[in-house]
T-cell receptor, first 114, second 112 residues
Framework: GENVEQHPSTLSVQEGDSAVIKCTYS??????FPWYKQELGKRPQLIID?????GEKKDQRIAVTLNKTAKHFSLHITETQPEDSAVYFC?????????????FGTGTLLAVQP | DSGVTQTPKHLITATGQRVTLRCSPR?????VYWYQQSLDQGLQFLIQ???????AKGNILERFSAQQFPDLHSELNLSSLELGDSALYFC???????????FGSGTRLTVV
């Protein structure tokens, strides 16, 4: 089955710096890669996603890149702010597959220091 | 409000007991997924239902079971509870299986 590895497990940056979180997936059939942000004690919330027919997607300070050949995808946050502090999860699935579910990485705790 | 409703929000129970967690998906969503999140852990997939049928199983213990009813709400039953079952249990729903989905606020289960 699908396995998603995520690095680093913790990341501390200064406010205004960039943060990069990387994930690797195992199932080459995976074609949908969302990223979720989870604040302490709250539900994970979708922040951005990318499909396998696209190499990069941006939404304001957040961008995601996908390398299908290497089965890698990454989250880039620029100009970080204290409110970006949270746990970030990457995930992979086969979109539209009747029996498929999102498999999540182990999470990255991002701390943005003021 | 995400549109996915989970009840109860908090549950404290003793070892050996049985509890039922409930999830109502967003209107129109046919797929329901259950995840377990232990302290400082990631999101472990338990089970998926689609329009009343079980579609996929993950790391779900035999002591746990789930079902999805005709009105599409789902229940996760946890029995013979152990201390290690203490966790946040999330339900999520989606229109299309595998597409990015919406999580409920979770049920925090504490087994004492």
């Amino acid at each position: 089955g699908e396995n998603v590895e995520q690095h680093p497990s913790t990341l501390s940056v200064q406010e205004g710096d960039s943060a990069v979180i990387k994930c690797t997936y195992s199932d080459s059939a995976s074609n949908y890669f969302p990223w979720y942000k989870q604040e302490l004690g709250k539900r994970p919330q979708l922040i951005i996603d990318i499909r396998s027919n696209v190499g990069e997607k941006k939404d304001q300070r957040i961008a995601v890149t996908l390398n299908k050949t290497a089965k890698h995808f990454s989250l880039h946050i620029t100009e970080t702010q204290p409110e970006d502090s949270a746990v970030y999860f990457c995930a992979a699935s086969i979109e539209g597959g009747a029996t498929n579910k999102l498999i999540f990485g182990t999470g990255t705790l991002l701390a943005v220091q003021p | 409000d995400s549109g996915v409703t989970q009840t109860p929000k908090h549950l404290i129970t003793a070892t050996g007991q049985r509890v039922t967690l409930r999830c109502s998906p967003r209107s129109g969503d046919l797929s329901v997924y259950w995840y377990q999140q232990s302290l400082d852990q990631g999101l472990q997939f338990l089970i998926q239902y689609y329009n009343g049928e079980e579609r996929a199983k993950g790391n779900i213990l035999e002591r746990f079971s789930a079902q999805q009813f005709p009105d599409l709400h789902s229940e996760l039953n946890l029995s013979s509870l152990e201390l290690g079952d203490s966790a946040l249990y999330f339900c999520a729903s989606s229109v299309v299986p595998g597409k990015g989905y919406t999580f409920g606020s979770g049920t925090r289960l504490t087994v004492v």
